[in-house]
């Protein structure tokens, strides 16, 4: 039977996956595309969009980066799944990935990024190029880990957490649900869910509760 892959998104990944297409193809017949102007009317357009093709023919692959608690990417995937598309994770060929990896689906692993042996990525997670994700990590749902970051030996993250480029993340911590860091830098203590850590909130905010606790030492590359 004829199997197709439907790209819809827009951004970085969608770009890869484009252009590296023939090396990804693997038990895939051919590749279309569905280019977003921005993420503004992901749902809308995959409600328009998907119902053209069959369920039975067709793979569809979400692919949106790093966006607000990346929820885009996740209204294009969820959409997909509730009209019977099946999706499947794509993994740059220059990724090394542990055999006993276990990763879900809608998952892109990207050019050079390393998953050591005992890891766990949820569905629709992103994992950017020339990442290293140390051994036991477990890395939930709907997430997206910048390029050049690298995350300690048996941390826990949390769902719909963005984590962005060049950060360091250290051991055995925990990053609570709904957590931004943005910030280059290593971050070495446990972060409480709704913590954020970015250009507008370079000391650390909660977007609800108390102060968090964690402590960090943030390398600034823009010299904030």
Not at 67 to 88: H, P, T, V
Not at 110 to 126: D, L
Not at 162 to 171: H, K, N, R, V
Request: aromatic share 8%; proline share 4%.
């Amino acid at each position: 039977m004829t199997q197709h892959l439907v790209l819809i998104g827009c951004g970085t990944v969608f770009e890869t996956i484009a252009s590296t297409w023939p090396q990804l193809s693997s038990g895939l017949d051919d590749l279309k595309l569905i280019r977003l102007a921005s993420t503004d009317q992901a749902a809308v357009i995959a409600n328009e969009q998907l119902p053209l093709f069959n369920p039975s023919e067709t793979i569809v692959f979400a692919a949106v980066d790093e966006n607000a608690m990346n929820y885009a990417r996740l209204e294009i995937y969820g959409r997909a799944r509730i009209l019977g598309f099946k999706s499947k994770t794509l993994i740059h060929p220059s990724a090394m990935i542990a055999i006993d990896s276990k990763i879900g689906e809608n998952c892109w692993i990207g050019a050079g990024a390393v998953i050591s042996s005992g890891v766990s990525i949820g569905n629709n997670t992103f994992i950017g190029a020339q990442t290293r994700l140390d051994y036991g990590v477990n890395i939930s749902a709907n997430c997206w880990v910048g390029p050049g970051s690298a995350i300690g030996n048996a941390t826990s993250i949390g769902q719909h957490v963005t984590i962005g480029s060049d950060i360091i993340i250290g051991a055995a911590i925990t990053i609570g649900r709904h957590c931004v860091i943005d910030i280059p830098g290593a971050y070495l203590e446990s972060f409480t869910e709704g913590t954020f850590i970015d250009t507008l909130f370079p000391s650390s905010a909660r977007i609800y509760a108390s102060k968090p606790t964690a402590k960090i030492s943030a390398i600034n590359k823009a010299g904030d």
